[in-house]
């Protein structure tokens, strides 16, 4: 059995958080988060970008300082020529990139490794053979993906390390609108950045008041926060090489230290979900995509 070290990152910020928010956050991982890589990047949405810039670039130096890789990860859904431009420019720096949009392809140089994120949507093996023919190296599968789907794409591919998204409010879908600016009375073009006030986003109801989704900008995420209850054994498995921890507001150095204690086998999945401070969740767990169920299921 492969009982290799399983390590973890901490994913691109989702959410619209202040520069000096943003910067807070950052210099506490620096210091004192046990993760082994850190995503940064502006991947929702375009219009952030320039707000965001100066801080991320201050944030990747003090985490490289604090020890910890840093990989930029490029956006989604660019939609207009300047966030094109951006993403490329981005792609083309040279240093190891997260591809979000698959149209980021053709400004990798050739033969250049990269990771492929969620929003790739990879959703079998063949995909995830041609994406390791061009230089993935690494992969976080769409979110809706079963464990047995993603080992079926590692035993296909074993040489991509599978990283699993392992917590956080799951990204369901992109939108060319901005639903968050609309339910302000807003445009997207003069949403005045309204998604800033909710910070891990802004939960939906159905019309019966039971929580639903969440909205961030113009991604749909869940309103349930995904918990892994699975035994680390089963995602080895899987070839599950890493977890991927997604920022929110609460007392994130809690939440990796619980993680940390489970990826080195200290504690099991049960222990987990029990030593999560529950002031750090934002809504509900679930984990029904990776036993295969209703997402919103919380299968252990």
């Known amino acids: 059995m ?3 070290p399983v390590s973890l990152t901490l994913g691109p910020l989702l959410f619209n958080w202040s520069p000096t928010a943003l910067l807070d956050f950052y210099r506490r991982m620096a210091d004192a988060a046990p993760v082994d890589r850190v995503y940064l990047g502006e991947v929702v949405c375009g219009k952030r970008a ?11 130096d003090i985490l490289e300082r604090g020890g910890k890789q840093v990989v930029w990860s490029a956006p989604s859904l660019p939609i207009t020529k300047r966030e094109s431009n951006s993403a490329r420019e981005l792609i083309m720096t040279g240093g190891l990139v997260e591809l979000n949009d698959i149209s980021g392809l053709s400004s990798l140089p050739r033969g250049a490794e990269f990771v492929a994120g969620p929003f790739l949507n990879i959703y079998n093996e063949a995909a995830a053979a041609e994406l390791m023919r061009l230089g993935c190296s690494r992969l976080c599968p769409n979110v809706e993906l079963s464990l047995a789907a993603i080992g079926a794409i590692h035993a296909a591919c074993p040489e991509i390390e599978i990283e699993l998204f392992a917590f956080g409010r799951l990204p369901l879908a992109l939108s060319g609108r901005c639903h968050h600016a609309h339910l302000h009375g807003l445009q997207r073009d003069g949403c005045q950045f309204v998604c800033d006030r909710d910070p891990d986003g802004l939960e939906v109801a159905t019309l019966e008041g039971r929580g639903f989704l969440a909205l961030n900008g113009v991604m749909t995420m869940s309103q349930g926060v995904q918990i892994i209850d ?4 089963k995602l080895r498995a899987a070839g599950v090489g890493a977890l991927r921890l997604s920022p929110h507001t609460g007392d994130m150095l809690e939440v990796i230290a619980a993680y940390r204690r489970y990826a080195d086998g200290v504690i099991d999945a049960e222990e987990l979900r029990a030593e999560l401070p529950a002031g750090s969740l934002p809504g ?3 984990s029904g995509y990776l036993a295969g169920v209703a997402g919103m299921a919380l299968a252990g």
């Not at 320039?50 to 990747?60: G, I, N, Q, S, T």
């Not at 699975?230 to 054994?233: A, D, G, K, M, Q």
């Open 2 to 4: 492969n009982d290799a």
């Open 284 to 286: 509900p767990m679930v």
């Open 230 to 233: 699975t035994p680390l054994s």
């Open 50 to 60: 320039p707000l965001a810039e100066a801080a991320l670039v201050e944030a990747a």
